[in-house]
């Protein structure tokens, strides 16, 4: 295969070339022949988990479980973003056993590397924990992060809004927030009022 395929290939999976070692770092000028030759060639022939894994560890990645595969590739169930609207999805990828195209094994990256930045904070730490992770495992974990849209829509009315008297109005907590803030270069007048007042109070014997 010739290296202006190869190149095509790095290109398009920049976005997910972190820099660090890891699976942030999976595709990249550095990335060895054999798997970028394989990559090249997914369309025709589809990469199956166990070919997956031999180039993950070719390039000294973990391996992921059979699990994480049918999560991120295979599957598109309730997570707390609509995964279907990622871009390059198709609803042919669903369900099928086998990665079909380069963009079905993007839009599996994708989603990896948004939940690793949302929920763990850490790409490469959000990986290694949870690619040994099975489905069951997986969707229990994204289903509790979900909002509960209709749980929410059941709650019913909250209570009306009441007024608030003028002379209440210093207990909120904005108006306090405000009233105690030092002015520039000066004490605010809330303060020099206070004062003022305990200096007209006699001292006590």
Not at 40 to 54: A, D
Request: include cysteine.
């Amino acid at each position: 295969m010739s290296q202006k395929v190869y190149d095509k290939i790095i290109k398009e999976f920049e976005i997910f070339s972190g820099g660090s070692d890891g699976i942030d770092n999976w595709i990249n000028s550095e990335t060895h022949s054999k798997i970028l030759e394989r990559l090249s060639n997914i369309s025709k022939n589809p990469l199956s988990l166990n070919q997956f894994n031999e180039l993950l560890g070719l390039s000294g990645d973990k391996v992921i479980s059979q699990g994480f595969f049918e999560y991120y590739w295979q599957k598109a169930t309730e997570h707390p973003y609509d995964v279907k609207k990622i871009e390059k999805f198709k609803p042919e990828y669903l369900n099928k056993e086998k990665i079909i195209s380069l963009d079905h094994l993007w839009w599996g990256f994708y989603r990896i590397f948004v939940d690793g930045l949302l929920f763990s904070g850490n790409i490469a730490k959000f990986y290694k924990n949870f690619c040994i992770k099975d489905f069951e495992y997986l969707k229990s974990y994204f289903d509790a992060k979900c909002y509960k849209t209709d749980e929410i829509k059941n709650r019913g009315p909250a209570l009306g809004l009441i007024d608030i008297v003028k002379d209440n109005r210093y207990l909120i907590s904005e108006m306090a927030c405000k009233t105690y803030d030092a002015l520039p270069d000066s004490q605010n007048e809330f303060k020099q009022d206070i004062l003022s007042a305990l200096q007209q109070i006699p001292l006590l014997s």
